[in-house]
Each structure stands twice: as structure tokens, then as C-alpha cells.
């Protein structure tokens, strides 16, 4: 009898530990690709901006369209979106001086935009839905958006506005 029930829970335990494996080999259902991000009009945090602080960047907008993308997106689909241009709302100005080197400067002039192509495909490969976009919101200065303190908050509020219009 207890060699039954220890069986049973080696064999549940071995299940259990396996089962994160088997969801690993799952194919993302959302997949983000920043092509050629080198190139990009702007990802910096400063003047003088670092390798590091720029895949920072585009790690925080990956991580925020998989999550917000999910919603839109059943088992039965996946959504692949490759970014060829990104340029961050609002600018660095050199000219205020050095203390100003790592601040943002966020005006009107300055307007947010991502160029990228996307598509929705189902399981067998074949293209649901397709796009190609080039998206610069002029009036993002007056957005009402919740998160303040995130320093890519007009950015997010942008992609999430079209995920809602466009991923339905």
C-alpha cells in the first residue's frame, strides 16, 4: 500500500516538474522583432546614450506589447510584429547645457513614432490579417495617460490605442 501511494507521488511529482518544460516548447503566441535597431531615429536615455540603456529600452516595449497583445491574441493564432523605426516622444537639447544631458525634453515638436509591420497567423501558417504601419500621434501631448512616472508611458499608451483598434 505504500509503495503504491510513494509511485504515485513520484510519478506526480515528475509530472509536475516536466510540465514547465513541455509550456517552454510552446511557440510564443506573440513574438516582437526590432529589426536592425541600430539604426533607429531615437531609443536613447541621454545625449550620449549607451548600448545597454537602448536594448533596456526596447526590452520595456517588447515586454509591455507581449503583455498587452495576449489579450487580443488566442491559442489559435500568433502575432508576429517586426519594428523597423521607433522614435521615443520628446528629445535631448544639448544646448541647456550638461546637467541637461540626461533629460527629455517632451514638446509637441516632438511626437512619437514606430514604423513596423505585423501579421495575425493561424496554426497552419496561413496570414489572418497583415498590415503595414507608420504611426506618429501628434496630439500624444495631450494624452491622459495613467502611469506618469514610467518614462516610456507615451510610447505604451501609443501601441496600446492601436493593439485595441487593430488585434479585435
Not at 10 to 18: H, I, K, P, Q
Not at 62 to 89: G, M, R, W
Request: with cysteine; charged share 30%; aromatic share 10%.
Amino acid at each position: 500500500m505504500k509503495k503504491s501511494w510513494l509511485s504515485s507521488a513520484l510519478l506526480f511529482l515528475l509530472v509536475g516538474c516536466m510540465m514547465p518544460l513541455e509550456q517552454q516548447r510552446q511557440e510564443p503566441r506573440v513574438e516582437v522583432v526590432f529589426q536592425n535597431s541600430e539604426k533607429f531615429t531615437d531609443i536613447k536615455d541621454s545625449v550620449l546614450p549607451t548600448e545597454k540603456a537602448e536594448q533596456e529600452t526596447l526590452i520595456q516595449l517588447k515586454e509591455f506589447i507581449i503583455d498587452q497583445a495576449i489579450s487580443y491574441i488566442d491559442d489559435k493564432h500568433k502575432l508576429t510584429i517586426v519594428f523597423t523605426d521607433i522614435d521615443l516622444a520628446g528629445d535631448f537639447e544639448p544646448w541647456r547645457g550638461p546637467e541637461w544631458s540626461n533629460v527629455r525634453i517632451v514638446k509637441s515638436i516632438y511626437p512619437p513614432r514606430f514604423c513596423f509591420t505585423w501579421q495575425v497567423m493561424d496554426l497552419a501558417g496561413k496570414v489572418v490579417k497583415k498590415g503595414s504601419e507608420d504611426i506618429r500621434d501628434l496630439a500624444f501631448d495631450m494624452r491622459v495617460t495613467l502611469d506618469r512616472n514610467d518614462p516610456l508611458h507615451i510610447e505604451k499608451d501609443v501601441l496600446k490605442d492601436w493593439m485595441s483598434l487593430n488585434l479585435k
